[in-house]
């Protein structure tokens, strides 16, 4: 047998291996979850997050060695930010009754995100080029890392903001709709797709279907819509 140290060293440069890892502690964290019976402090992607970080640090592992293998889970945002088509499509009867309330509740939230976003970053006299990069944290990734480079902001920064923002919404969104007796799951759904992107949708879908396909409905008009939304609000600011 060879020395451990050396096939260590080797596995850690080759690419497949990051990938294998990353989809390896994400399904042991999703079952871990399951076990508790999803429990919204046991959240998935939180906890592959902070055990992929750990592994990371203790290997001394660059970002840009481990992006070489996981960067295939990257690609496949694009195409999973298009298959929201679905949802919308699924729901397309339901959608065209609530039109004026989805729109107004879209716009409200989407403009809420961005200006609050934006304005803490001002008021708290952040570099310009980090409040770019923190403007687009409440929609999906791939569409949020978009604007950022567009607009010149840090991209890597931007995709750790939206990570956190979904995490955060995925977390306190069953305790404070409850606590605001918010019944209906088409209303909880949706709030938390716009708020909380992709993170706060597989919450949703563990919680209750209804809420789950229209918090796809809203992260995905949440994106067109901050797309439009966010270079407004860093033009009022900036």
């Given at each position: ?13 080759e ?10 502690i ?23 997050v ?82 770019v ?7 999906t ?11 010149g902001?840090i ?84």
């Amino acid at each position: 047998m060879g020395d451990p140290a050396k096939i260590w060293s080797y596995l850690t440069t080759e690419p497949l291996w990051w990938l294998s890892c990353t989809i390896v502690i994400y399904l042991a964290a999703d079952q871990v979850s399951k076990r508790v019976g999803r429990h919204a402090l046991a959240n998935p992607v939180l906890m592959a997050v902070c055990v992929m970080a750990v592994v990371l640090w203790m290997t001394e592992t660059p970002y840009w060695r481990y992006f070489e293998g996981a960067q295939f889970i990257h690609f496949l945002l694009g195409p999973a930010t298009v298959a929201l088509a679905i949802p919308l499509y699924s729901n397309r009867s339901t959608i065209r009754r609530l039109v004026l309330p989805m729109v107004a509740a879209l716009v409200a939230g989407s403009a809420a995100a961005a200006v609050s976003a934006v304005g803490l970053s001002v008021a708290f006299g952040l570099p310009e080029q980090v409040v770019v990069s923190i403007s687009p944290k409440s929609t999906t990734a791939p569409v949020a890392i978009g604007i950022s480079d567009a607009l010149g902001g840090i991209t890597s920064l931007t995709a750790v903001l939206v990570i956190l923002t979904g995490v955060i919404g995925a977390v306190i969104v069953t305790p404070l709709m409850n606590g605001l007796r918010i019944r209906d799951w088409r209303a909880r759904g949706f709030a938390v797709g716009v708020a909380a992107h992709g993170i706060g949708t597989a919450r949703a879908f563990q919680v209750n279907e209804v809420a789950g396909a229209f918090a796809g409905i809203g992260m995905a008009l949440n994106a067109l819509v901050t797309s439009v939304l966010v270079p407004f609000v860093l033009g009022l600011f900036l």
